[in-house]
């Protein structure tokens, strides 16, 4: 059995509360560590994915070009 198939059986018997803490830990253990780039996102997607990695909130983001040359 791997670890992910334990990891999830002993999550199914915990309080939801308890599974979201579960989550929260993945994400952190996550987060410490660097997000293996092969090459640069060329999509929306991929560019959201990227972000995900270092909790960068993206999804409202709109890109103005006149306030960006205006920079």
Do not use: C, H, W
Request: proline share 6%; net charge positive.
């Amino acid at each position: 059995m791997r670890y992910s198939d334990i990891i999830s059986r002993e999550a199914e018997s915990l309080p939801p509360e308890k599974q979201a803490e579960i989550l929260d830990f993945i994400f952190f253990l996550k987060s410490r560590q660097l997000p293996a780039v092969t090459s640069k996102p060329k999509t929306a997607g991929e560019i959201e994915r990227f972000f995900r990695n270092f909790k960068v909130d993206i999804k409202d983001y709109k890109f103005n070009r006149d306030d960006a040359n205006a920079r």
